[in-house]
């Protein structure tokens, strides 16, 4: 079983820059695909960003030009770079990975426990 662990949140200053990651612990996972989601509360989970497969990304016109979203060489770290961001950045960000254990052959999709963002002067 694959637990993922998103980190990198915190506290930022409107216009800074901070990259979430999300690794899995304990095992070698294997990330053919990736999205990362962010919540508030009392609102609905959404999409902010996912790579698929072939690399291609897709992105939520509210952080289209800000943020990126990437796969290491090794596929075993997935990122959210975010840039300029605004107070209406903070949530609690999610990823959700796709992919297989190291030596194995069968693929799940896993989320992580999420990373708390705050964007704030």
């Known amino acids: 079983q694959v637990q993922l662990q998103a980190s990198g949140g915190g506290l930022v200053q409107p216009g800074g820059s901070l990259r979430l990651s999300c690794a899995a612990s304990?095992?070698?996972?294997?990330?053919?695909?990736m999205a990362w989601y962010r919540q508030t509360p009392g609102k609905q989970r959404e999409l902010v960003a996912n790579?698929?497969?072939?690399?291609?990304?897709t992105y939520a016109d509210s952080v289209k030009g800000r943020f990126a979203i990437s796969i290491d060489n090794a596929k075993t770290t997935g990122y959210l770079q975010m840039n300029s961001v605004k107070p209406e950045d903070t949530a609690v960000y999610y990823c959700?990975?796709?992919?297989?254990?190291?030596?194995?052959?069968?693929?799940?999709?896993?989320w992580g426990q999420g990373t708390q963002v705050t964007v704030s002067s």
């Open positions: 959700n990975a796709r992919g297989h254990l190291y030596g194995a052959y069968e693929e799940y999709g896993y």
């Open positions: 304990g095992s070698i996972f294997i990330i053919n695909s």
């Open positions: 790579i698929a497969t072939s690399g291609f990304t």
